[in-house]
T-cell receptor, first 118, second 112 residues
Framework: DAGVTQSPTHLIKTRGQQVTLRCSPK?????VSWYQQALGQGPQFIFQ???????QRGNFPDRFSGHQFPNYSSELNVNALLLGDSALYLC?????????????????FGPGTRLTVT | AQKITQTQPGMFVQEKEAVTLDCTYD???????LFWYKQPSSGEMIFLIY??????QNATEGRYSLNFQKARKSANLVISASQLGDSAMYFC?????????FGAGTRLTVKP
């Protein structure tokens, strides 16, 4: 049973460039969430995709956008990269959008993509 | 706004002893979920345990238990019989209606 996979593992970009990160959810999962984890900090929620639509969004600028495909895989796009965008980007998958917060909403995380902006 | 606070940047515990990692939270949502994740140096977040805000009993998963005190808004993680492989970063997280928030984490080091 394949878990959550992310590509690439590492990426180096220059300020002002654009980047696309990819995520394939765990088999049977239909919801993908993206998180940014800066060095020494906890993950910060970027957005969540379910049924190919952005369902929830954290406090991130419009430079951060995403997409979900019919096979439930997802992409995170970041435009006009800033030095502060350097971080570990984590993808997490789950079954359903997790609207029922009193339910066991278990997310499975991928290994992450380490983005360095120079 | 939701907020998660982990006040222990680092903790040390002797192998085979128990350790408690602190977590307090603040939310105005009437219903929420509380989570603990382990993050080894490899970077992958590993789900450990979940507690729903309306659950009457504290959650347990093997050597992990969550000491949930709703009135105090605390959700401490207790790890019993620590093992060397428990050395990692531990994050407390809360899911409300709008998003999921993580604390800053606690680095646990298990000494042989």
């Amino acid at each position: 049973d394949a878990g959550v996979t992310q590509s690439p593992t590492h990426l180096i970009k220059t300020r002002g460039q654009q980047v696309t990160l990819r995520c394939s959810p765990k088999s049977g999962h239909d919801t993908v969430s993206w998180y940014q984890q800066a060095l020494g900090q906890g993950p910060q929620f970027i957005f969540q995709y379910y049924e190919e639509e952005e369902r929830q969004r954290g406090n991130f600028p419009d430079r951060f956008s995403g997409h979900q495909f019919p096979n439930y895989s997802s992409e995170l796009n970041v435009n006009a990269l800033l030095l502060g965008d350097s971080a570990l980007y984590l993808c997490a998958s789950s079954l359903g959008p997790g609207q029922g917060v009193s339910e066991a909403y278990e997310q499975y995380f991928g290994p992450g993509t380490r983005l360095t902006v120079t | 706004a939701q907020k998660i606070t982990q006040t222990q940047p680092g903790m040390f515990v002797q192998e085979k002893e128990a350790v408690t990692l602190d977590c307090t939270y603040d939310t105005s949502d009437p219903s929420y979920g509380l989570f603990w994740y382990k993050q080894p140096s490899s970077g992958e977040m590993i789900f450990l345990i979940y507690q729903g805000s309306y659950d009457q009993q504290n959650a347990t998963e093997g050597r992990y238990s969550l000491n949930f005190q709703k009135a105090r808004k605390s959700a401490n993680l207790v790890i019993s019989a620590s093992q060397l492989g428990d050395s990692a970063m531990y994050f407390c997280a809360m899911r409300g209606y709008n998003d999921m928030r993580f604390g800053a984490g606690t680095r646990l080091t298990v000494k042989p």
